[in-house]
């Protein structure tokens, strides 16, 4: 104890802390991957965009093909958001307010999708809708053709966001368990008006994550609807289907504006997302901890 | 508990017309193809590169997710430092963005003349348009996995347990390698199989920058899109029933390792 350090004594740290050398270095290898990984790519967006000047990125976007891309892409998502949201509470109700067998069978039925390609779940559709298939044959036949058409697009949508709004709920609705919808159906409520006054307000938040979670991905789903679209401009195609053929005819101005308008939209769910978690942390708790 | 019979029907009517019946209908088309054809489809060289190509890129990328999911989980939540929310709220942005618009914007990137494919190419290497590309690709879809299955546990750990490390003598880095990172393994992995499942399957983001050369780099859902686009659906069916297998093959393993390290390192 005879050398400097008695009269320099080093800085206090917790035993429960690393040194500041790997703190930094940590913290600089977290920060310089998100800036190469997510910030690169999302500045690249807007400055291709913008490249022409912000006259030529907005006009690309007042064409034709471009309405018609944007309007089809917002009543995909119009009807295949809803569509996952009844589906996502009414599993949730089936799983958590009922005991029965198979249930965990079922659970990893609904979380299939997620771990299958978008491109087999548009093959898949192709397969069983199309033309040439049994059940797609008679659709087609009696006017209702489902591939290369919106109903296929849809379905192909619906497929690969379907476990989004289920996941969300069933741990809110474990954790929220069955007492006060008992409480309430007992006093006399009916079955609708116990879901309306007492289920929904206790997982609205929660609902509405996984519906906001469930748009991002449906507004900007590829390749599943590559598959099912048949790409018909004007027709079938969707903004992400867009961005490809604009892209591939190297009309790169017209493809990034387009992209950038859909990365403003995820950057707004995003912004949603976070507002969400930041007000609604005790409800969306349970999400993280199952 | 009323709406069983509502909710059960919703749910099983649902779960049958959009997830069961299109993947019967892929499974029966390969059941009518037979399964010698189906085998002969598979066994082709150009089926088999795209394959193999799509599992050894997928799980590289989900090694470095692991890694780098881990290092970041760690530093959101146990550091403070400027931008942190920002950081926090940026590693969801592969999930919120169009996987068509990744893929153009890295390709945009790291093509020769992109920021950060000249810069690649003024040290003599090619990014964009090959194998590498692909793997940045797949490492951005994966990207929020690892991080967000971690860090709920990263937040639980109890710092008694590295108190009392630290009293009994160990040093911190001893701590953070034997005490920390054991807990973290169970929820780590499960992220690492989830990246692993989203990049065997990724096709928007890839397709961009992968350049599409047979043999090199073409990835396995690619050729299911040229085999529809001839309206050759058996060799379609093909492919897609042998990316299933796999994936579930794997994603079957994963769980069993799962299962060995929970019981191995305790709780989570």
């Not at chain 1, 929220?176 to 289920?199: D, K, P």
């Not at chain 1, 991905?217 to 004007?234: D, N, W």
């Not at chain 2, 890694?67 to 926090?88: E, N, S």
């Given at each position: 104890m005879s050398d400097a350090s008695v009269h320099r004594p080093r800085a206090f740290r917790s035993a429960t802390e690393e040194t500041p050398a790997l703190r930094i270095a940590l913290i600089a290898i977290a920060v310089a991957g998100l800036a190469i990984l997510v910030f690169a790519p999302l500045a690249v967006v807007f400055a291709e965009a913008l490249k022409n000047g912000w006259l030529a990125a907005v006009e690309s976007l007042g064409n034709r093909d471009a309405r018609s891309a944007i309007r089809l892409t917002l009543l995909i998502t119009a009807i295949a958001v809803p569509l996952n949201a009844v589906f996502g509470i009414a599993a949730a109700w089936l799983i958590t307010k009922f005991d029965f067998r198979g249930k965990a069978f079922l659970i990893t039925l609904i979380d299939l999708p997620f771990s299958v390609s978008p491109v087999v779940a548009g093959l898949c559709i192709v397969l069983l809708f199309g033309a040439n298939s049994l059940v797609g044959g008679f659709l087609v036949a009696h006017g209702w053709p489902i591939v290369f058409a919106i109903p296929g697009i849809v379905l192909a949508t619906v497929f690969v966001t379907f476990p989004f709004v289920a996941r969300e709920l069933i741990p809110v609705m474990i954790e929220?368990?069955?007492?006060?919808?008992?409480?309430?159906?007992?006093?006399?409520?009916?079955?609708?008006?116990?879901?309306?006054?007492?289920?929904?307000?206790?997982?609205?938040?929660?609902?509405?994550?996984?519906?906001?979670?469930?748009?991002?991905?449906?507004?900007?789903?590829?390749?599943?609807?590559?598959?099912?679209?048949?790409?018909?401009?004007?027709?079938?195609?969707?903004?992400?289907?867009?961005?490809?053929?604009?892209?591939?005819?190297?009309?790169?101005?017209?493809?990034?504006?387009?992209?950038?308008?859909?990365?403003?939209?995820?950057?707004?769910?995003?912004?949603?997302?976070?507002?969400?978690?930041?007000?609604?942390?005790?409800q969306l708790a349970a999400i993280r901890r199952h | 508990?009323?709406?069983?019979?509502?909710?059960?029907?919703?749910?099983?009517?649902?779960?049958?017309?959009?997830?069961?019946?299109?993947?019967?209908?892929?499974?029966?088309?390969?059941v009518n193809f037979g399964l010698s054809n189906v085998l002969a489809v598979v066994a082709r060289e150009r089926v088999q590169a795209a394959l193999l190509l799509s599992f050894k890129?997928?799980?590289?990328?989900?090694?470095?997710?692991?890694?780098?999911?881990?290092?970041?989980?760690?530093?959101?939540?146990?550091?403070?430092?400027?931008?942190?929310?920002?950081?926090?709220?940026a590693v969801d942005l592969p999930f919120a963005l169009p996987t068509a618009v990744a893929g153009i914007a890295l390709t945009a990137l790291y093509a020769p003349n992109g920021a950060f494919g000249g810069l690649a190419q003024s040290l003599g290497l090619k990014i964009a348009y090959t194998q590498a590309g692909i793997f940045i690709a797949l490492v951005f879809v994966g990207l929020p996995f690892v991080t967000r299955t971690v860090q709920p546990v990263v937040e639980e750990i109890d710092r008694e347990i590295e108190e009392a490390s630290a009293t009994l003598g160990a040093s911190r880095l001893h701590t953070l390698r034997h005490v920390i990172l054991p807990m973290l393994t169970p929820a780590a992995l499960t992220g690492f199989a989830l990246a692993l499942a989203r990049a065997v399957g990724e096709y928007g983001s890839v397709i961009f920058i992968a350049g599409n050369i047979p043999l090199r780099t073409e990835i396995a859902p690619l050729l299911i899109v040229i085999q529809l686009e001839e309206f050759n659906y058996d060799a379609a069916a093909a492919i897609g029933i042998a990316m299933l297998v796999i994936s579930f093959a794997m994603l079957l393993a994963i769980n069993l390792i799962q299962i060995v390290s929970r019981r191995k390192m305790g709780h989570v």
């Open positions: 929220q368990g069955r007492t006060e919808e008992e409480a309430a159906l007992t006093l006399g409520a009916s079955g609708w008006r116990t879901f309306r006054t007492v289920t929904l307000p206790n997982i609205r938040w929660a609902l509405l994550y996984g519906t906001l979670l469930c748009t991002a991905r449906a507004m900007g789903e590829f390749g599943a609807v590559a598959v099912v679209s048949g790409k018909i401009r004007g027709q079938t195609a969707t903004m992400p289907i867009t961005i490809e053929m604009l892209y591939n005819e190297y009309l790169s101005v017209a493809a990034f504006s387009m992209a950038a308008l859909l990365t403003a939209l995820a950057l707004v769910t995003l912004l949603l997302k976070t507002l969400l978690e930041l007000r609604h942390a005790d | 508990m009323p709406g069983l019979g509502l909710s059960g029907g919703i749910t099983l009517a649902m779960l049958s017309v959009v997830v069961l019946l299109p993947i019967g209908a892929l499974l029966l088309q390969g890129l997928s799980l590289l990328a989900a090694i470095f997710n692991l890694v780098f999911g881990v290092v970041l989980a760690w530093v959101l939540v146990r550091y403070r430092f400027p931008g942190k929310r920002l950081l926090d709220a």
